[in-house]
């Protein structure tokens, strides 16, 4: 999962905040889909519904 995160993030898709906890536990990342991001997902999606996808990350 971590490789497609990334690989949104760089094409500006999301960005994503790190939260830090105790020391016993990795950080939590969180990821929020950018305002591109939500038109590509949404352009991603109609064309998924109309029979094959048109948007994808460089």
Do not use: C, F
Request: glycine content about 6%; hydrophobic content about 40%.
């Amino acid at each position: 999962m971590q490789p497609i995160l990334a690989r949104l993030e760089a094409a500006s898709w999301l960005t994503s905040t790190r939260e830090l906890h105790d020391r016993e536990r990795a950080p939590w990342r969180y990821y929020e889909l950018t305002r591109a991001g939500l038109t590509e997902a949404q352009s991603a999606l109609a064309g998924a519904h109309n029979g094959g996808a048109t948007a994808q990350p460089e």
